[in-house]
């Protein structure tokens, strides 16, 4: 599969544009062209928008405004954030062919940077899922291996950036939803810190958790596109009274002495052994350009995984309440009756994933546990952030790996919604506590069932609340150490 942006990041190719060395129309036939013919074998995008693509570069190429700092950049974006004028599916036949009357805050400040939304990506339904299997509309798969899972819930836009079909995607993250998938496709993928982009316009799943969230290939390209969608909206309650943060990268020298602290508790025995070696050697390069790496505690790390599945599912019980068929969306008649009509519409239009976890949500929220688990779960939450604070004051970045394994095959979790679970096992507690953190291409590791083959690995970097600048920065060091972020599923360097 040829790239159709001969190697370059975002930042490259709007440089390209801007010096007059590609054309903004010729870039965004040849990301459509490279798109289509993908799909039959990634399953990346729910909607290919050509005609609006198409036109939106000819209108960048007639205008004579200042060129943006996303000038001409194709963008892909996931289909839980609203696009005016397109469908928002949310990967559900509850919401086929629904389409946004308005765009995501995130979205408006990407077309307001020049760039050129060229699609709508696939993902586990209404962002529910760790493989990338729940979409009502086939599975997105993993550019390195299509036999196997690309990770959710951000599967197609993490498909997209790492097949080198789009240099930059939107996600959302609610509990490792675009990290976990970055690290399965060899990308990077960036959950900033929680009110530091707006959630106006992201269809909410849990709404103390959720945060739009980029995928890129490099460390410059999350500067950039954190600088054009952070920042305060007040549209958004929860969002932060903070600038965007900076587009501009320290070098290596103003990292020297960092303090990277590394947490026992998330490097534990049952962690993958090549996956462990990968993010070992890259802790190593970290050292050797003059970082110092200290033993931290995250002494409550082992709640995290059920704090978030009581706190998520109680949160997407409530947000889910709202698809019901009465203001839009599908409708199921049912018995003619108004509660008959919801029962069948929410049977016929969530899938087996989004029921299960409203199940759970609601149970927690029933008379009489509310307090048991809910309220435990906020209590538990609450030690998680602290234990993060706690260790903040022993270093400047905390560094574990992203994901337990490296990607498994389609199908061998699908029984098993425990062992699904715990895919996120390692992304959850930063999203609990609020925290910035980036999945960043770390190696690469044999999968336990076949030894053969070499998949991406990534380290997670997580820092201190509303310090995006940094963890960003540490990102670059750490590519500055090695070439795995230029290597593609085709081989070779990107």
Request: a negative charge; charged letters at 20%; hydrophobic letters at 40%.
């Amino acid at each position: 599969m040829n790239a159709p942006f001969e190697g370059l990041d975002a930042t490259g190719l709007r440089d390209a544009i801007c010096a007059g060395q590609r054309g903004v129309r010729e870039t965004t036939a040849a990301c459509l062209d490279a798109i289509e013919a993908s799909q039959d074998t990634l399953g990346a995008f729910l909607t290919i928008e050509r005609e609006s693509a198409l036109a939106r570069a000819e209108e960048l190429e007639r205008s004579d405004a200042e060129p943006g700092p996303l000038h001409g950049v194709p963008v892909a974006i996931k289909a839980n954030l609203c696009w005016e004028g397109h469908e928002t599916n949310c990967a559900s036949r509850l919401l086929e062919g629904w389409r946004a009357p308005y765009s995501a805050t995130s979205v408006e400040r990407l077309l307001a940077a020049g760039a050129v939304p060229v699609g709508v990506t696939n993902m586990d339904e209404f962002a529910m899922g760790s493989s990338g299997e729940n979409s009502a509309f086939g599975p997105a798969r993993n550019p390195w291996d299509t036999t196997r899972i690309p990770g959710g819930s951000s599967s197609g836009s993490a498909v997209a950036v790492a097949a080198r079909l789009v240099p930059l995607a939107l996600g959302s993250d609610t509990g490792g939803s675009v990290r976990q998938p970055a690290a399965l496709c060899g990308v990077y993928g960036y959950k900033p810190t929680y009110g530091r982009v707006s959630r106006y316009g992201l269809v909410a799943f849990g709404s103390s958790l959720d945060q739009v969230s980029p995928f890129v290939t490099s460390a410059r390209d999350l500067a950039l596109c954190m600088s054009v969608i952070g920042g305060h909206d007040p549209r958004d309650s929860t969002s932060l009274e903070l600038d965007a943060p900076s587009a501009a990268l320290r070098g290596e020298v103003a990292l020297t002495g960092l303090k990277v602290g590394v947490p026992k508790e998330h490097f534990p025995p049952e962690l993958d052994k090549g996956t462990r070696a990968a993010c070992e050697a890259a802790l190593a390069r970290l050292e050797e350009r003059g970082c110092e790496l200290v033993e931290v505690s995250l002494p409550h790390a082992s709640y995290a995984i059920p704090t978030y599945y009581v706190v998520a599912t109680a949160e997407a019980s409530s947000n889910l309440a709202r698809f019901d068929g009465v203001a839009y969306g599908q409708r199921v008649d049912g018995d003619g009756s108004l509660n008959s009509m919801f029962a069948a519409t929410r049977a016929a239009g969530f899938g087996d994933e989004v029921k299960r976890r409203i199940l759970i949500g609601t149970y927690a929220l029933s008379a009489g546990y509310q307090d048991e688990w809910y309220g435990r779960a906020t209590r538990a939450r609450t030690l998680l952030r602290r234990d993060y604070e706690a260790a903040f004051e022993r270093c400047d970045v905390i560094a574990a790996p992203t994901s337990p394994t490296v990607a498994f095959p389609l199908g061998e979790r699908t029984e098993d919604p425990v062992s699904m679970y715990l895919a996120d096992i390692l992304t959850v507690s930063a999203s609990l506590a609020g925290l910035p953190a980036v999945s960043a291409p770390a190696g690469f590791a044999a999968p336990a069932d076949d030894p053969t083959k070499s998949l991406p690995v990534g380290l997670q970097l997580t820092g201190p609340h509303a310090c995006d600048e940094r963890v960003i920065e540490v990102a670059g060091l750490l590519e500055s150490t090695s070439d795995d972020h230029l290597k593609t599923p085709s081989g070779g360097a990107a």
